[in-house]
């Protein structure tokens, strides 16, 4: 027999021959959360890892397939040693005769022992590689920072059927909504997958989007920074006012709590970045007290750097 193709379970999962089942129930776990392609996007390399080990965890967690899987590695071991170390006594040489390869083993352990085996694993290449057949269908929906903040239900049109999804408030971009059964349907079969939403917030003018943190720049005028004052603005909850410190400096940042984005869990924040902002033109008043100003200031802003300039 060819061992094309042939995958060691026991070393994929990388437990021993004699493992518990909580113990390989344990090393799946690590090596799923460390593989999943929710934590691994556009990685096509942990995406075929995730399905070696989904393979290899369907294999040895079903008393069943385990036990006919490590005949066949008695099989396998006894033809290439020319000895035999039985998992469970006298093997069985003849059942396994017929085989050409690994995969025409495994195709056939999953059909004997499940009724969905040649969904999850088909032959589709001229090499004969068994690969999952992944249902799921994937949607990305735009919604507005506004949908984003307040939460909204869209219907969308998958597969030919309407769906309502609900959007929860202060979802983030990037997250993913799953909606069970509603995902392709394997013809013939019965079987669908599931729906999988990943949800992209639009770019807003004025609003920015970190976590769920909302920033902004604030245009500010000259006296407003340098007096202080108490400005009416919008933000995301409504009209408010914000306290300009005397003194403050351009691109300094205010913050006002619990005004960002929230779910069920956490309240984020509104951040203003002060924005120093001249008029297009200044009136004679204006350009009056900037001369008296300049005649009476007595800071030289550029002191230090011409010090560290000359340096």
């Known amino acids: 027999m060819a061992l094309d193709g042939f995958k060691d379970y026991f070393k994929i999962l990388g437990v021993s021959r004699k493992a518990t089942d909580k113990e390989i129930k344990s090393a799946f776990r690590e090596l799923a959360k460390k593989f999943h392609p929710d934590l691994n996007r556009h990685d096509e390399k942990a995406e075929s890892e995730f399905k070696v080990i989904n393979e290899a965890y369907e294999i040895l ?15 396998l071991f006894k033809n290439r040693q020319g000895k035999s170390t039985d998992f469970y006594g006298a093997n069985s040489d003849h059942r396994f005769d017929k085989y050409l390869n690994f995969d025409d083993f495994l195709i056939d352990l999953i059909e004997r022992f499940s009724e969905v085996g040649k969904e999850i694993y088909s032959k589709i290449s001229s090499d004969n590689n068994a690969q999952s057949l992944n249902l799921d269908a994937e949607f990305n929906l735009q919604i507005s920072f506004l949908e984003a903040l307040n939460g909204t239900k869209k219907n969308l049109l998958v597969n030919d059927e309407h769906i309502e999804v609900k959007i929860p408030k202060g979802i983030e971009t990037g997250s993913k909504i799953r909606i069970k059964n509603k995902g392709n349907l394997l013809s013939g079969k019965g079987k669908r997958g599931d729906l999988l939403i990943e949800v992209i917030i639009k770019s807003h003018p004025i609003w920015k989007i970190k976590g769920l943190d909302i920033y902004a720049d604030l245009p500010i005028s000259l006296d407003e920074l340098a007096l202080g004052a108490n400005i009416l603005v919008t933000s995301p909850q409504g009209d408010t006012y914000l306290s300009i410190p005397p003194g403050s400096l351009p691109e300094q940042k205010l913050r006002l709590k619990a ?34 100003l300049r005649s009476v200031r007595i800071d030289e802003p550029r002191s230090s750097w011409f010090d560290q300039a000359r340096t």
């Open 61 to 75: 967690s079903d008393k069943d397939k385990k036990k006919s899987y490590e005949q066949f590695l008695n099989y």
């Open 259 to 292: 005004q960002g984005l929230h779910n069920l869990d956490n309240q984020g924040d509104l951040f203003f970045t002060l924005k120093l902002k001249f008029p297009e033109n200044w009136s004679d008043e204006e350009l009056r007290l900037l001369e008296k």
